[in-house]
């Protein structure tokens, strides 16, 4: 894989005559977790949407695993072993929180799924009082949201796109999600977030945006854990 598995150049993306997106552009490396904040209607969630093949760019260019993915419909993508995974997670309700870590590991695209952290991803479930051997329709909404991000994460992606992953979630949920992100990011992998808040990722680069550009960024976010 690239050693930097994302670059972004002039993306711009328009719907009729509303550009949501304009010239932007951004890169991530190998192992590195990317911030993308902003507002409501910023673009965080367009610009996913594009990365994961489910929104196609107006001009400019997405490179994924060093391949040129313009055009390419989500499941093209998904091949290259990218994720996305949406602030509304899907899951399958009839399938337990358990049924879906093991499907998630048999149906993988890299080649390399992480065994150690399906496990600690079960383990942190449970620690978290999510019930593993019920329906997930049975589950809170934020069981379920993490359920959908945990099936994202154990196939070891070369890239992880989440939007909002710590939406509704409290503190002890969002320590598990986020020890996640930065046990997968150990392994290589490269991950973008796109959040309202800021401070429960000091450490990780930041892209700002505003209007769909990028405003601001840094090397590293402000602000404590």
Known sequence: MSDRPIIVSSLTVAFGNLTVLHTLSLRVDSGAVVFIHGNNGSGKSTLLNCLGGLVEPTSGSIRLCGVK???????RIARLGVRLVPQESYTFLSLTALQHIQLAGRHNSTGRPDRKLSVELVDGMRCLGIPLQIPVALLSGGQRHIVGIATGLVPGPNILLLDEPLADLGDCASRF??????????TGAAIIVAEHGVSAFAGAAVYSLADGT????????????
């Open 69 to 75: 993915t313009n055009g390419w419909h989500a499941n």
């Open 177 to 186: 999600v986020l020890s996640a992100l930065r046990r997968l990011a150990d």
């Open 214 to 225: 990028v405003v601001s960024d840094s090397d590293v976010a402000k602000g404590g854990s």
